[in-house]
């Protein structure tokens, strides 16, 4: 069997045994559905409580301040419309950043066509949004602010803290509540995600990208924030989310939690160690190699690059090849021929876009996985070249 090497913890984890071990017997033997009123059913019931008491310590929130849904992309457009619909009335202006996942861009677009005025916020060339431009973008009009924790394409690491300070300050002055969401799906498993430390008063989780099942997610939603539930049917998670509960689904993202909370110190040393001999030794052996997001305010798992005059999708096929997986940007969009929208915005010309490389890294990789991509990843870099319509035969760039 061919030797595989995962860095593209971005997209997905695998499960953890330990996860898997907790969810196993809520496909069989635990069974009940937690809405009904029976022993069986009950036990159900407590399972999904105490991963809703897990979540919530977690947050350092209240148990009943926690929706469950079936991802990060449902608590991202459950966020946005919950609250854009509940407070039309008062106010009709969102504020979010030209770098988020689309689940909360795309949530913004269908906003806007019912009548909401969105305004979104440059990045500098690190991908960072700028405390005093969001300052600048709030008026007397202003609902909801929603910006990234980390962004999924190139690691870097928002100033949420300071972001929610600025806004409690502006509601303050304007005399009237202004919430903030964060879609912090990057996150869980390598920064304290405390939702009074951060200030948020929404936030979103995904359970897979932190070694959890996939298929089930969190929103925070702070109380006494206005909200209209997205789903209508039954009255589960106190009639916020209809549906039933994915107990098994919730039962691991409850295990997955705790393992990131116990495990976060040693996965940010294991994790940035390798990530920085990975991006020294791809800076020291490819010319035209561009790091890409902020230097020091980034995941400790995430490398990312542009390479000059290579097209991404051909780097990723040749790795492939080498039993190498890695992507070259969200994986919510890996199948567009366009340019990440994150790398544009962060004023990186298309050309160079297309050359984007996004190498992240998990507990379980090793030292020696990451000398064997340093040892082939200047070889594929060089073969496209030759072979690229971007390059003269002498080497240089064609008009």
Do not use: W
Not at 156 to 170: C, F, N, S, V, Y
Not at 286 to 312: K, M, W
Request: net charge negative.
């Amino acid at each position: 069997m061919k030797r595989v090497i995962y860095l593209d913890h971005a997209a997905t984890t695998p499960t953890h045994p330990q996860v898997l071990e907790a969810m196993m017997p809520y496909f069989s033997e635990r069974f009940g559905n937690p809405s009904s009123i029976y022993t069986p059913a009950q036990e159900a019931r407590n399972a999904v409580e105490d991963a809703r008491r897990t979540a919530a310590e977690f947050l350092g929130a209240q148990p009943e301040e926690i929706i469950f849904t079936a991802g990060g992309t449902e608590a991202d457009n459950a966020a946005l419309k919950g609250v854009a619909f509940a407070l039309r009335h008062k106010g009709n202006h969102i504020i979010t950043s030209a770098i988020e996942h689309h689940a909360v861009l795309e949530s913004c677009h269908f906003l806007e066509k019912l009548g909401f005025e969105v305004t979104y916020l440059p990045v500098d060339g690190y991908g960072m949004v700028s405390v005093a431009e969001a300052e600048k973008a709030i008026t007397d009009r202003t609902i909801l602010v929603s910006i990234m924790l980390a962004n999924n394409e190139v690691g870097t690491i928002q100033p949420i803290a300071e972001l929610g300070q600025m806004i409690k300050d502006r509601a303050r002055h304007l005399g009237r509540p202004i919430y903030f969401h964060t879609d912090a799906v990057q996150g869980a498993g390598a920064l304290d995600l405390n939702v009074d430390k951060l200030g948020v008063d929404l936030l979103s989780l995904a359970a897979h990208k932190f070694y959890g099942p996939k298929g089930v997610g969190l929103l925070f939603l702070r109380k006494g924030t206005p909200f209209v539930p997205h789903m209508s049917g039954g009255g589960q998670e106190n009639s916020r989310r209809a549906s039933t509960h994915n107990v098994p689904g919730i039962v691991g993202m409850g295990a997955a939690l705790r393992l990131a909370a116990q495990n976060r110190a040693h996965y940010n040393r294991h994790c940035g160690e390798l990530r920085d001999r990975l991006i020294r030794g791809i800076q020291s052996r490819i010319q035209g190699a561009h790091l890409t997001g902020h230097p020091t305010q980034r995941l400790s798992n995430n490398a990312s690059f542009c390479f000059d005059y290579v097209e991404g999708e051909s780097v990723l096929l040749s790795l492939d090849l080498a039993g190498v997986c890695a992507s070259s940007g969200s994986a919510c969009t890996s199948g567009s021929l366009e340019p990440s929208h994150v790398l544009l915005a962060m004023g990186i010309p298309a050309e160079l876009a297309h050359g984007s490389l996004r190498l992240t890294l998990g507990l379980g990789n090793t030292e020696e996985e990451i000398e064997f991509v340093l040892s082939i990843l200047p070889d594929i870099i060089q073969r496209l070249r030759e072979i690229s319509p971007l390059v003269t035969p002498k080497g240089e760039k064609s008009a």
